[in-house]
């Protein structure tokens, strides 16, 4: 699948859209987690959210659920790029 033109907006399902959107979404709620939870635990958390919605990507049984798992996957990884540098 290739990227939408530059300017172009993408289509309804797109799979780079749905995991961009759940990687705002993760990186809006970063500061929450790091308070709520220690950033060390923020961060296996997060690791551990990427693999199960990895996990719920193989086994959609229809598009929006694999959509969905995408989202959730993306909000782990956007929430871990946030936290991560602030262990060094």
Known sequence: ?????????????????EEATGGLLGAAIT???????????ALTCTAAVEGLAILGLAAAPNPYVAGLALAVCGAGMGAAMVLAPSLG
Do not use: E, H, K, V
């Not at 699948?1 to 780079?16: E, H, I, L, R």
């Not at 500061?31 to 635990?41: D, Q």
């Open 1 to 17: 699948m290739s990227a939408p033109p530059p300017g172009a907006t993408p289509a309804p399902g797109d799979p780079a859209a």
């Open 31 to 41: 500061s929450f987690l790091g308070r709520r939870l220690s950033t060390g635990t």
